[in-house]
């Protein structure tokens, strides 16, 4: 059975930072993609950042590069998501997501993704 454990989000000023991190349970750690998506309130849920978790490759969605970078500790199985320069309009619910990798490699589209956590909420004021 997989599992996914979000923690770490919250309230903060523009121009802060935040760190996300997802936990993993029940998949083959080094052959599964991962991934970040958000939902804004009124809007629909978009990808931030897709990960492969054997190294290979990471996607940044452009709103967020140059702010958000990535880390795992394959130890923990775990993802972090390191958000910095936060706008407001990074603000929305926050979601990790995992697949087992395929051939083609990892997919942005959120509805290739089996498992997904419970959210975590980050709220950015002006």
């Known amino acids: 059975q997989v599992q996914l454990v979000e923690s770490g989000g919250g309230s903060v000023q523009a121009g802060g930072s935040l760190r996300l991190s997802c936990a993993a349970s029940g998949i083959t750690w080094r052959r599964a993609c991962m991934g970040w998506f958000r939902q804004a309130p009124g809007k629909e849920r978009e990808g931030v950042i897709v990960?492969?978790?054997?190294?290979?490759?990471?996607y940044f969605a452009d709103s967020v590069k140059g702010r958000f970078t990535s880390t795992q500790d394959n130890a923990k199985n775990t993802v972090y998501l390191q958000m910095n320069s936060l706008k407001p309009e990074d603000t929305g619910m926050y979601y990790c997501?995992?697949?087992?990798?395929?051939?083609?490699?990892?997919?942005?589209?959120?509805?290739?993704?089996?498992?997904w956590g419970q959210g975590t909420q980050v709220t950015v004021s002006s």
């Open positions: 997501a995992v697949r087992p990798r395929p051939w083609g490699g990892c997919s942005r589209d959120q509805s290739d993704y089996n498992y």
């Open positions: 990960i492969d978790t054997a190294g290979g490759s990471t």
